[in-house]
């Protein structure tokens, strides 16, 4: 089971089972960039996700907390992206 208990951003399987989360985006301060940066993922378009060394082209899933789920499923992996580090990793790709 993955957990949500830190602040980091990770990749797992997709199949794996996620544990419930321990903190929304409302018990966390973001800066204005953030706040807008959060806002606009949508489930609508294609994202280009970097993530230890990994690169893939995702979905969108759902917000768990404060940790965006991506999933690519060329692989079956899910990236998740803690809100602080989403500006760096997640880049929408223009199709």
Known sequence: METFNNTDSWISMGRHKLAPYVQTTADVEMDDATDRACRKVNDQDIYSVSLAG???????????????LFYSSKDDWRFIVHYSDLRQVVKRVKV
Do not use: N, P
């Not at 899933?61 to 965006?68: F, M, N, R, S």
């Open 54 to 68: 990994k690169t893939r082209v995702c979905t969108f899933e759902y917000w768990h907390g404060v940790h965006a």
